[in-house]
């Protein structure tokens, strides 16, 4: 699995991103793509401390850890899965604004890819550095083939 703190996979994504334009349609699910940019934030905020989720109650937080294992394996995320709903985005945003704060993001994350020591993801619980970069990766790359990127 590539992981958002190898140098090829970084920059692979960020090209990716760079293809997408206003007139891009999604291949699956509801969001435009301001929105997926504004949507993708999240889990790269979540991971360098800028965004604080509420830990999931107990029966989410069981069904959420039963699905930890694929957050940061190499079988790609089937289309129209259901998204975690504070993450859900169902208004207008900005496209470029959205997609500049996406990849100040993605540019802060690779920052930290020598970092050793990560907070616990609120439901998954202890992630080892790889996994938190692998996670980040197969995310994003879950995104930008949604937009056929």
């Known amino acids: 699995m590539k992981s958002i703190f190898e140098e090829a996979a970084y ?20 969001m435009d793509a301001g929105q997926m940019f504004y ?11 800028r965004y604080h989720m509420k830990k999931p109650n107990p029966f989410m937080r069981l069904v959420m850890k039963s699905f930890r294992d694929s957050m940061y394996n190499d079988k ?8 975690y709903k504070p993450f859900k985005v169902d ?3 900005s ?6 704060k996406l ?5 802060d994350m690779y920052g930290e890819r020598d970092k050793t020591i990560w907070k616990p993801h609120p439901a998954f619980g202890n992630l080892t550095p790889k996994q938190w970069g692998q996670m980040q990766y197969k995310h994003l790359d879950h995104h930008l083939r949604q937009f056929g990127v």
């Open 39 to 49: 949507h993708c934030q999240f889990p790269l905020s979540l991971a360098l401390g």
């Open 76 to 83: 790609l995320w089937k289309p129209n899965l259901p998204t």
């Open 103 to 107: 990849i100040a993001l993605i540019h």
């Open 91 to 93: 208004r207008p945003k």
């Open 11 to 30: 920059r692979e994504v960020l090209e990716r991103l760079e293809k997408i334009d206003e007139r891009t349609q999604r291949e699956w699910g509801k």
């Open 95 to 100: 496209f470029q604004n959205e997609k500049n």
